[in-house]
């Protein structure tokens, strides 16, 4: 069992997308460690209502690949008490909504067992998530919430934006010690990129992407921003140099690598789908600040949610949840 | 007085009229998910019918109810407008939530039906809080959760119908039993057989009753509300019932024969009450014919109500998440003003 995620390289790549991307992580880890397991609703049999642990039930059976009752408060808090006592559990909460359900054993158990035992004990959970308005869902199923758990003193949160990133971020949440919330966004299962095949490539939480190079501004993007954010760039090629980072970690998050961004563009645009007052936005905004105010050359913008809910029909869904359009507006303001 | 009375002619033919508008707005609004004309998630209740009407049958305007993710039959039953529930479906501005809340989310507080959910479990707290208003006010109004056998594992389920019967609250949990929560069987989901027997553990009556058959569910919830109304607390019941479609609309259902289905047709909750009405006299097989085209006109009209209606304006986006309007949010929405287009990035 291996404790720090340790980076190892591949020449090697074969296209997945996101959803193929986070099960063969689920797998390989599986492979590897026989402490891991997978529990949630739905996620044995019927492969999970999204489809991403299908085929695990019939590889590994229904002791490592659990199906649950209805009790998110419940199998939440057994994964925290199985992390506690030597078991790696990977628990899937099917919508980020849901988490509500599960609050106390989140915020009194699981992120802080390990501090008010003094160290005592190792929190070997990964909390597996889908995010994200798009689908018509509304509001009960279609939220952002993660900037509640990267805030949240103790807990581990990341959000990749490419199925690379799903790979290896998995992977090392699984490895990790630490409790790790892992988001994913529903609107990405179907995106494909290029996925390392070595079953060592893992990728360090707490280090963020430079996906594109750019000259002008940076945008920072999480999820499905990335990939939209990156269409934005190459349309605007010639025009306006953007740069495009996935941030990956929200928590912990790497400063270096944004700051050392603006130092050369001098402007960013910081393009997340969580709700904009008091978030994700606001955190690496107030870290340039901090570190980089000399380099700023323009306001700082932020595309989010504009602190609604999602909402149902397709005019209003489209209204509030920021897309490449979004993202361009807020480059314009700046360049 | 209950709303409609299972005693009289006109109560049992307004009974049957409910279940079989119940199954022609569901059967059309699967067939428009399946044409692409509703988006998102489409919950449905066809097979289950006997249980909303049985139960709304027995309860007074003035009560309240909760609902679930499978809503559709209880706002029927409750006495909501087809029309305005099928635009809500399309995303209309008509629709009961302005086109915000869609089919999970349906909701009337006028007719005391306090929405639609689409957390599992959600309802039944709520349902205790409604009661507690009630007790509090001294109303004589009752809440009845409809709930399904999925969402008694949930944690705040339990809570709720603890803090009910520790209060005497005047509430009924209804427990929706179709032997599955979306691809598991109950029994991979519970340790006791028929889930009335949690009664128990509250110290308050607990029934299962047919929930093929609207009379048993209706004689049941009649009897509940009487003792919550006696200031006698909760009661639980638990209907048997099934689904006939898949969990929502697009389920492969890898989990149960087609021959299970056929198996709970046979005793079809519409089918079976409109023999007993025909045998009994209360209607004609041509009377039953002509409710089910009046029945399939009505919801016609209602799908092209539906089409016919506005679909909001995105700065209608901005509307109703404060009775006290937040600069936050008004500078979102002015932003929308200024650019004429999507515009939320600061
Ligand atoms: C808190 C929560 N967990 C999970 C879900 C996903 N989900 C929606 S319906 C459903 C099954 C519910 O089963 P049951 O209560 O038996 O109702 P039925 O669908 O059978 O009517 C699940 C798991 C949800 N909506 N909310
Ligand atoms: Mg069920």
Redesign the pocket.
Request: proline share 0%; charged share 25%; glycine share 20%.
């Given at each position: 069992m291996s404790t720090q995620p340790e980076t190892a390289s591949s020449d090697r790549t074969e296209t997945l997308t996101v959803r193929e991307a986070i099960r063969a992580a689920l797998r390989e880890e599986m492979e590897q460690d026989e402490d891991v397991f997978v529990m949630g609703?739905d996620v044995g049999k019927f492969g999970g209502v999204l489809d991403v642990t299908d085929g695990l039930f019939e590889q590994f059976g229904g002791e490592r690949v659990r199906d649950t009752p209805?009790s998110?408060a419940g199998f939440v808090g057994a994964g925290v008490g199985a992390a506690a006592t030597g078991s790696r559990p990977v628990v899937e909460v099917?919508f980020s909504d849901?988490l509500g359900?599960s609050g106390e054993q989140i915020m009194n158990q699981m992120a802080k067992m390990r501090y008010m035992f003094g160290g005592k004990i190792e929190m070997p959970v990964t909390i597996r998530t889908t995010e994200g308005g798009g689908m018509g869902a509304a509001s009960q199923h279609s939220g952002t919430p993660h900037t509640w758990f990267a805030h949240f003193p103790g807990l581990k949160a990341v959000t990749p934006g490419t199925p690379a990133a799903a790979k290896g971020l998995l992977k090392s949440a699984i490895r990790s010690n630490d409790p790790v919330f892992f988001f994913e966004n529903k609107m990405m299962y179907e995106q494909s990129g290029e996925v390392p095949t070595d079953p060592g490539y893992t990728l360090p939480i707490g280090e963020a992407s430079v996906e594109r190079e750019g000259e002008d501004v940076t945008v920072v993007a999480t999820q499905r921003l990335v990939g939209e954010s990156l269409d934005v760039a190459e349309d605007l090629a010639g025009e306006t140099s953007v740069e495009v980072i996935d941030v990956r970690s929200l928590y912990p998050l790497d400063t270096d690598t944004l700051a050392d961004s603006i130092r050369k563009t001098g402007r960013m645009v910081v393009a997340d789908e969580s709700p904009i007052s008091y978030g994700v936005h606001a955190e690496i905004v107030t870290r340039m600040v901090e570190n980089e105010f000399f380099s700023l050359d323009a306001p700082l913008q932020r595309v989010g949610v504009p602190d609604t809910h999602i909402p149902f029909s397709s005019p209003l869904e489209d209204e509030v949840v920021p897309d490449g359009d979004d993202v361009r507006d807020a480059i314009s303001q700046v360049v | 007085m209950s709303s409609i009375s299972i005693e009289d002619t006109d109560g049992r033919r307004e009974i049957l009229r409910r279940m079989l508008t119940i199954r022609e707005f569901d059967s059309t609004a699967g067939d428009l998910f399946a044409d692409g004309e509703i988006p998102g998630f489409v919950?449905l209740y066809i097979g289950e019918e006997a249980v909303a009407v049985g139960a709304c049958a027995a309860l007074d305007e003035e009560d309240y109810i909760t609902s679930?993710?499978?809503g559709h039959g209880h706002c029927i039953a409750k006495g909501l407008d087809p029309n305005r529930m099928m635009a809500e479906l399309f995303g209309r501005r008509d629709g009961y939530c302005n086109g915000k809340g869609g089919s999970m989310h349906i909701a009337d507080v006028e007719a005391n039906m306090l929405g639609a959910n689409?957390?599992?479990?959600a309802g039944p707290p709520l349902a205790t809080g409604a009661a507690l208003t009630s007790q509090f006010k001294g109303e004589d109004r009752i809440a009845l959760a409809f709930?399904?056998?999925?969402?008694v594992a949930q944690g705040q389920v339990h809570e709720a119908i603890n803090l009910a019967a520790t209060w005497d609250l005047p509430a009924v949990f209804l427990v929706?039993n179709?032997h599955?929560?979306?691809g598991t069987p109950a029994d991979e989901q519970h340790n006791i057989e028929n889930l009335s027997e949690t009664a128990e553990s509250y110290n308050i009556p607990g029934f299962t009753v047919d929930g093929m058959d609207v009379t048993a569910v209706n004689e049941a919830v009649a009897e509940a509300r009487e003792r919550a109304r006696n200031g006698e607390g909760p009661t639980l019941i638990e209907a048997d019932t099934y689904?006939y479609r898949g969990?929502f609309e697009g389920d492969p259902e890898p989990y149960r024969d087609e021959e299970d289905v056929k198996h709970w047709q046979e005793r079809d909750p519409i089918d079976t009450f409109a023999e007993r009405l025909i045998d009994r006299g209360d209607l004609t097989e041509a009377e039953l014919e002509e409710m089910r085209s009046e029945i399939a006109a009505e919801i016609e009209a209602a799908v092209e109500y539906a089409r016919d209606a506005d679909l909001p304006d995105p700065s209608e986006a901005y509307d109703d998440m404060f009775g006290e309007p937040v600069p936050e949010i008004e500078e979102f929405a002015s932003r929308l003003r200024a650019d004429g287009a999507g515009g939320d990035s600061r």
């Open positions: 609703e209805i998110e099917m849901f359900v | 919950h679930t993710h499978r689409g957390i599992v479990g709930l399904g056998d999925g969402a929706e179709n599955f929560g979306e689904r969990h």
